[in-house]
């Protein structure tokens, strides 16, 4: 066990600090905040050069000035995720197919929060006349798409635009359903 061990270390620094096939925690980390990111594309890439002049990774670099405030001005600032906002116009769709497809979308990954009818749960309730972040198609796209991170709902855009306009169209469904066990009203009045 311990021979291979040493095996795998060698194997292990070869594959990430020496040709550099497998991204290393530092990359990870940057995709983590830009999924467009990719070490060719990066003008400030920091090769590894293990066999050089001495690994230049921030990770591993001994900061001259060993206290925290060193350490911290040698790290990278941490990348803002770029905002991809969503501009135009949308009209919601009406048509059976496309709600059924937005209700199926719904099903696996808006139930969790807004309960199964869209009574709420973690999440508000979908079926009364109370929006918290606006009412409409509009609204709606837009909340899903970006999500309200500081609540919770993490962003939908991996959905793709058409998929969150689907399930979007589907929740203006459900005004006026009056499910059992419906969460108290959050948010504005909007009568439509």
């Not at 003008?43 to 001994?62: E, H, I, M």
């Not at 906002?85 to 949308?90: C, G, M, R, S, V």
């Not at 970006?146 to 855009?157: C, D, H, N, R, T």
Request: glycine share 10%; with cysteine; proline share 6%.
């Amino acid at each position: 066990m311990f021979y291979i061990t040493i095996v795998w270390a060698v194997i292990y620094l070869i594959f990430y600090h020496v040709l550099e096939i497998g991204d290393r925690s530092v990359d990870e980390y940057k995709k983590e905040f830009d999924n467009t990111w990719t070490k060719e594309m990066d003008p400030n890439y920091q090769k590894a050069d293990v066999l050089g002049t001495g690994y230049k990774g921030p990770y591993y670099y001994k900061p001259t000035d060993p206290t925290n405030k060193g350490v911290v001005a040698f790290m990278p600032a941490a990348e803002k995720p770029k905002e991809e906002e969503l501009t135009k116009e949308f009209t919601a769709l009406t048509d059976a197919a496309s709600l059924g497809k937005g209700k199926e979308i719904f099903t696996v990954n808006c139930v969790p929060c807004h309960g199964k009818l869209g009574e709420g749960g973690i999440g508000p309730n979908l079926t009364d006349d109370y929006w918290i972040h606006g009412a409409g198609i509009n609204n709606v796209v837009r909340t899903a798409w970006k999500g309200v991170p500081e609540k919770g709902m993490i962003s939908w855009k991996q959905l793709g635009e058409k998929n969150v306009l689907l399930v979007s169209s589907y929740i203006l469904t459900l005004r006026g359903t009056n499910p059992p066990n419906a969460k108290a009203p959050q948010g504005d009045l909007v009568k439509q």
